[in-house]
C-alpha cells in the first residue's frame, strides 16, 4: 500500500533586514515538514505571495519600505489569503491591536527560540494561531470589541470548553481528540464561538478570553 505523504508547509519571511529573513529562512528549512519558499521585502510581499502561494507568511510589524500593518492587510484581502503572523519587539505594543483588528494570525517575538519558532508556524499552518505569553499578557487591553465576561456568557457549555482549548493552542484535530468529536463538530463549534464572541480569528477568541481570565495563553509558544 503506498504511504501517503503530506506536503511540507509553505512559508514566506517579509522583513526588511537580509540577516533577519536569511536567519529564520534557515530555521525554518531545517524542519522536514515546512519549506520556506520566498522571503522579501514588504514592498514586494504581496506581488510575491499571489506569484508563491504560501500557506504561511511571516511579517515584520515596522519596515522602511512598506508598513507591516498595510501588507498585513494587503495580504488578507487577498483570494485565498495566507495564515499571517506579525514579528514584533517589545517596543512594538501600539501596533499589535491595531495589527489583531486586521486580522493577524498570531505574533512572534523577534527572539523567539528556534524550537518554538518551528511550532509556532506549524500550529499557524493549521488555522490554530500562535502568541507567546508575554504578548499576550500586553494584547489583554487592546482592541476586542465587547466586554469579555457578557461575551462569553453567551457561549454553550461545550463552546466554552472548545474556546479554553482555543486559548491552550490547540487545533481542530487535537479539540476533536481530547473532546471526543467529529473534525466537522468542532469546525462548527469554532465556527459559533467567533460568532457569538464577535471576532474574526481565533487569536482574536482566544485573547478576548484571557482578559476574562480564562486559560493562560493562545497558541504553543510560551
Given amino acids: 500500500m503506498p504511504v501517503h505523504v503530506c506536503p511540507a508547509l509553505r512559508v514566506m519571511v517579509v522583513d526588511d533586514e537580509e540577516l533577519l529573513r536569511s536567519g529564520l529562512s534557515d530555521i525554518l528549512d531545517t524542519a522536514p515538514d515546512l519549506r520556506v519558499v520566498g522571503a522579501c521585502r514588504g514592498g514586494e510581499a504581496v506581488e510575491l505571495t499571489h506569484m508563491l502561494r504560501p500557506d504561511v507568511v511571516l511579517v515584520d510589524v515596522r519596515m522602511p519600505d512598506v508598513d507591516g500593518l498595510s501588507v498585513l492587510s494587503d495580504l488578507r484581502r487577498l483570494p485565498q489569503p ?49 502568541l507567546s505569553l ?12 465587547d466586554p469579555a465576561n457578557a461575551a462569553l456568557d453567551r457561549l454553550s457549555a461545550r463552546e ?14 487535537d479539540i476533536g481528540h481530547q473532546l471526543h468529536l467529529s473534525m466537522g463538530t468542532v469546525k462548527d463549534h469554532v465556527r459559533s464561538v467567533l460568532t457569538k464572541l464577535r471576532v474574526n480569528n481565533r487569536v482574536q477568541a482566544a485573547v478576548l478570553a484571557i482578559r476574562a481570565g480564562l486559560g493562560s495563553a493562545p497558541g504553543r509558544v510560551r
Avoid: H
Fill in 82 to 130: 495566507p495564515q499571517v503572523a506579525m514579528l514584533t519587539t517589545f517596543d512594538t505594543d501600539a501596533y499589535l491591536g491595531e495589527a489583531l483588528r486586521r486580522g493577524a494570525a498570531g505574533f512572534l517575538l523577534k527572539d523567539t527560540s528556534p524550537a518554538d519558532l518551528v511550532n509556532a508556524v506549524r500550529a499557524l499552518g493549521t488555522g490554530s494561531g500562535c
Fill in 134 to 145: 508575554p504578548l499576550a499578557r500586553r494584547l489583554r487591553e487592546y482592541g476586542i470589541p
Fill in 160 to 173: 466554552r470548553e472548545v474556546l479554553e482549548l482555543l486559548v491552550d493552542g490547540l487545533s481542530n484535530a
